[in-house]
């Protein structure tokens, strides 16, 4: 349990007038209660503001606040914006299953974790890589997944399927997700695949849309790399990652997804619940 914070950084969504002005209000709230406070927008190399004014910060922050929503979360994980620092999420967005506090909420909910701490979760995060020939033309780190669907055209795709060492099959779909445990709340259980307790170390593989195939979502160990190779031609395919980073793929690209060097920490409180948050945002029926 993590008790002594003297020092949070907040991390707000950008080009939000809205949650600007809600980040200096937590900031204003923090200082109150003698926190000192590191404020920037989450854009790359944004300029960091301290509150109060003039305080000279001695050491990084022990709690970083990410005023947004899931997208915010997602894109201040990807850019390094505090590694190492345990992420805790204000949702100002729409479903927010990654955040722990909202708008009416957010003065109980850090009141209790700065009298009480917080418990720090880990949450594994993927490296996204394509390979074209004998070249890597595109290298990445996600969050939540990685998802290999068509353009504009309603065509097919073929994959040849890697799982660890073993030559799986090879898919015609329209598409295929590679999730982290953290991700199986999104696109993963949309297309078809389980709801994953997030502190497990696996990745699920999910086909959008089989043709013809026995082909059925699996969980493999996040330490076998999920090797997907397009083998269909002219089917204008693309990768995403997180749902926020775009890469046209070519007929013949290959695309690996292993667990990443890098992880997220999460800050909990002890009272919250996994199965409650499920319940809440909607995922399971109440008991």
Known sequence: MHRDIKTVLIIHKADHEQVRGMAWTVADWLAARGITVLL?????????????????VTGPPQLALILGGD????????????????????????V?????????????????????????????MIEVSVIRGSETVYTTTALNDAVISRGAMARLAAFKVTLGDADVCTLRADGVV??????????????????????????????ICPFLSDFKPVVVPADSPV?????????NMYLTC?????????????????????????????????????RLKGFINKP
């Open 40 to 56: 920037r927008e989450n854009v790359p190399d944004a300029p960091t503001a301290v509150v109060p004014v003039g305080t000279v």
């Open 71 to 94: 997208g915010t979360m997602l894109s201040a994980a990807r850019q390094r914006a505090a590694d190492g620092i345990p992420f805790f999420g204000i949702n100002l967005g729409r």
């Open 96 to 124: 927010g299953f990654m955040t722990s506090a909202g708008p009416d909420n957010w003065r109980e909910v850090l009141a209790d974790i700065l009298e009480h701490g917080f418990i720090e979760a880990r949450r594994i």
């Open 178 to 207: 590679v999730s982290t445990p953290t991700g199986s709340t999104a696109y993963c259980v949309s297309a078809g695949g389980p709801l994953i307790y997030p502190g497990l170390d696996v990745l699920c593989v999910v086909p």
């Open 227 to 235: 090797r997907l190779a397009l083998s269909a031609p002219e089917t």
């Open 242 to 278: 997180d749902g926020q980073e775009l890469f046209p793929l070519d007929d013949n690209d290959v695309v690996v997804v292993r667990k990443s060097t890098r992880s997220l920490k999460l800050a909990k409180r002890a009272k919250d619940s996994y199965f409650g948050r499920l």
